[in-house]
């Protein structure tokens, strides 16, 4: 589905509301965004510029990679000459953005399908495919990549609670790409495993912290304490703009707490009483301890982990 986005209300909304969401995506989008609020100014002052870049980098707060497209507007901004050349600047270095975004999901999948066999049947969670990002995904990229290399791979798409972005967008855009996807509830993934039915768990990332920790989409934690109780391999698949070398670990990375209507309410249903009060937070920190391997567009990292950018 296309929206356009034309003022800073409306990037910021469709960032906040989830209309753009994965990590990477919502950071392309920011940049894009907010070169698109401004097309209509001519002479905007380094001030104007300045606050809009902090706004939005202020809209979701968990994702780095958000602050990290930020950063690199405000680079611009801060060097540029003002007037058309600072806005045409802007632009260059958004389209840079998207283009780099692009390539590093193509690494990633390069990297990250020598750990799929012929056969190998992924669980996975949330939406780290193409639809999170400017390019073919992070952690769906070496499922893509394994697939265009002949190799047959099947996907196990865990749904996601309470959003539900893993049977919605998840299986939705692996079936559209003709691959083999099974969508389970978050709380059936355990015994898939103890079934045997999972060889490796592969998700995403929203910010991981200099010594491995992973903040992820809320649910990652408990896949990763039952991959490493069933001897599961658990990979985290990210471009290197979601590394914060600034948070030493997990504890510094601030998660997103949502609306609790988001819990109470299925799409137009209610279905816990409106007054019931809910604990949503957006996001887990899974510990450097339980992942396996750390998928990015550098190579495969593995425990210790150490990470710059
Ligand atoms: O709240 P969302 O949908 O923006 O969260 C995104 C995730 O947590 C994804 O699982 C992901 O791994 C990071 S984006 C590739």
Not at 102 to 127: S, Y
């Amino acid at each position: 589905m296309e929206r356009e986005l034309r003022t800073l209300d409306d990037v910021e909304d469709a960032i906040r509301s989830l209309a753009v969401r994965g990590a990477p995506a919502i950071g392309v989008a920011a940049a894009l965004g907010l070169v698109a609020s401004f097309a209509r100014e001519t002479t905007p002052s380094r001030d104007a510029l300045r606050a809009a870049i902090e706004r939005l980098a202020r809209s979701r707060p968990t994702a780095v990679n958000l602050p990290w497209a930020m950063a690199r507007l405000r680079r611009v901004v801060e060097s540029a000459p003002i007037g058309t050349p600072l806005l045409d600047a802007l632009a260059a270095e958004a389209e840079r953005l998207l283009a780099e975004d692009a390539a590093m999901c193509d690494a990633i999948g390069r990297h990250g399908a020598a750990l799929l066999a012929d056969g190998a049947r992924v669980l996975t969670h949330c939406n780290a495919g193409a639809l999170a990002t400017a390019g073919i995904g992070t952690a769906l990229a070496p499922v893509y990549t394994a697939v265009a290399a002949g190799r047959r791979v099947e996907v196990i798409a865990c749904e996601t609670r309470p959003l539900l972005q893993g049977s919605r967008i998840t299986a939705w855009e692996l079936a559209e790409a003709g691959v083999p996807v099974t969508v389970c509830t978050d709380s059936m993934a355990a015994s898939l495993m103890r079934a045997g039915r999972v060889d490796v768990v592969l998700v995403g990332a929203d910010r991981i912290a200099a010594n491995g920790d992973v903040a992820n989409k809320i649910g990652t934690y408990a896949l990763a304490i039952a991959a490493s109780y069933h001897g599961v391999p658990f990979y985290v698949a990210a471009p290197s703009s979601t590394i914060d070398p600034e948070a030493p670990d997990g504890s510094a990375i601030p998660i997103e707490q949502r609306d609790a209507d988001e819990v109470r309410r299925l799409g137009d249903r209610q279905l816990a009483p409106p007054n019931a009060a809910v604990h949503n937070p957006a996001f887990d920190i899974t510990p450097a301890a339980l992942i396996t391997a750390v998928v990015t567009d550098g190579g495969i990292a593995r425990p210790p982990y150490q990470f710059a950018r």
